[in-house]
């Protein structure tokens, strides 16, 4: 009896003290861990059940409601960070192996697991707030964060490959630590590093860097120049290739000319040729029929030949007089007569003919006699 009366005291002890009760709604991204305040005899402690985002709960009297967000957040260390939400402070300072100090802009990623049992062992070992989680995985990104860069030489830092494997190592080394409580490590972002330390008057000695910078805006003016040249040049090469293309046209036009008139030089020259060897074909024929001719004319018969185009020539001219004779060298003698003494002559000379006859013969029957 007595229990019973303790029990109904203490339960109206929680109702006129206005703890957390009624309905209670989680954000889109929150999950509700229970924590009842009762004697473990009377179940007190973490409750099995989560409420999920979203849902609507009653919280008795005796309950308190630990709200954990589980979207992306964020903790971010530099002075190019401070406009989020989650920057934290200024940058995060190691020292390279070989002694120099580094100031680090770091951004860290982390979300808060949606598990059950990992929402209740976070209350029951961690924290029971948002904050209090931010505040481990802020303590232990830079621990490890230092850790892992501490690893490089100055002239590392200066390798992109090198930073990024000294801070994918500091995110393994930070999951290695919290996965356990439930929180996981998204990714860590270098945004910058800058070689300077803190003063003991808390002033910065930036005079390392200064000298880097300059440095590097030397360097980024010799990058730029050296672009400009190759653009330069680029574009140098693209007016000569317009203008070798252009040249080749025109050699391509030439050579297509000189082909052209070369043919047709040939062509031209082979008709004159074939021209040529006609009419020498055709003297040839013509030389060796004189040469015949010249030849059938020099004996006798070439001679009557002769006698018989003269009488042909003389008779068409119709002359009142002419005589033929014989001169050395087988030559005619062509001279001028009377017709009328020609014939005469002709007469005789045949006449003579028959009196040389008759003589011969007469002899002839002497001698036979």
Known sequence: MKILKTSILVLSLFV???CDAGFKQMGTTEYGVIFRNLPRTLGGGVATDVIMPGE????FPWDSVYRFDTSLQYISWGHSSQKGNGHVGDYVYTRASDGNEVGLAVTVQYRISDKGEDLRRLVHLVANANDGIRILVETIARAEIRTAMNELKTSAFFDRNARYSAIDKAKEMMNAQLASEGLIVEKILLEEHRFERVLKDGSVDRSYQDKIDETQKLGQD????LLRIDTIRAQKGQEFNEVQAKVN???AEAEGYAKQSRSKGDSYLQEKANIAQGILATGKAEVDGLKQRIAALAGEGGRALLKLEVAKNLA???PSFVTLGGSGGGAVDVRKMDTNELLRQIGVA???????????????VTKGK
């Open 16 to 18: 006129l003290s206005g």
């Open 350 to 364: 045949e006449a003579l003919k028959d009196d040389s006859k008759k003589v011969v013969t007469s002899g002839d």
């Open 249 to 251: 046209r025109q050699v």
């Open 222 to 225: 010799t990058e730029r120049e």
């Open 316 to 318: 068409k001219e119709n």
């Open 56 to 59: 609507v709960a009653f919280i």
